[in-house]
């Protein structure tokens, strides 16, 4: 069972939200908070052992809004994984809530079953994002953070990273490359770590991003 915590300034969207993943028989809904604030407060009144797996998060809302809630909860309950559930397709939003933590971003009018499906996704680790979400990431850095990676920065990978780096791209989490590949998660971790620093990335998102991108161009 998926346990999800609503944080959602607008009550009609929390109840409407609240009745359509009730209807799947492995997700439950185990809070529901108007703000960030009381999202929060929410969560420090669990124990580990009862705290969601997923915090639906909205990113426009009053006293605390998306992105500062999203960062709160990466740093201090790691556990949790939080998906963005917005009306904004805003490119700095995208952004901001991406470097806050956040394990994907969806709009608001994803049909119930995509976002189900989403759900137990970054459940298990993955990253989602909505159509045209994916696209509007790769552009942020403009040509300029372009210029900072290219093919040939991939292509000094070693044979190991770049099976590490193509299953980034797939969405895969350090336990399923570990996996596939036959490797401790340790390993792995220090495989990421060596991505990240050759590609001169931030992140793991941003590296599944270009591996991605230059998937589709080979």
Not at 7 to 12: G, M, R
Not at 137 to 165: D, F, W, Y
Request: some cysteine.
């Amino acid at each position: 069972m998926i346990k999800i915590l609503l944080v959602e300034d607008q009550q009609l969207i929390r109840e409407g939200l609240s009745a359509l993943l009730s209807l799947e028989a492995d997700l439950e809904i185990v809070g529901e908070a108007e703000n960030g604030r009381r999202a929060l407060e929410f969560l420090a009144q669990r124990s580990a052992e009862t705290l969601p797996d997923v915090a639906l998060m909205d990113m426009r809302m009053p006293v605390m809004d998306g992105v500062a809630t999203t960062k709160v909860i990466a740093q201090t309950y790691p556990s949790i994984t939080v998906l963005v559930l917005t009306t904004f397709d805003d490119d700095e939003l995208i952004a901001q809530s991406m470097a806050a933590g956040a394990q994907g971003y969806l709009l608001k009018d994803t049909p119930s079953e995509e976002l189900a499906m989403s759900i137990r996704a970054v459940a298990k680790g993955y990253s989602q994002f909505g159509p045209g979400i994916v696209q509007k990431m790769m552009s942020q850095g403009g040509p300029a953070a372009e210029a900072r990676v290219l093919p040939s920065a991939i292509a000094a990978l070693t044979t190991r990273e770049k099976e590490v780096h193509g299953l980034l791209g797939k969405g895969a989490c350090n336990k399923e490359i570990a996996t596939q590949l036959f490797l401790s998660e340790g390993t792995v971790k220090n495989h990421v770590t060596s991505i990240l620093g050759q590609l001169e990335v931030r992140d793991r998102t941003q590296a599944a991003l270009l591996a991605a991108q230059w998937a589709q161009q080979l």
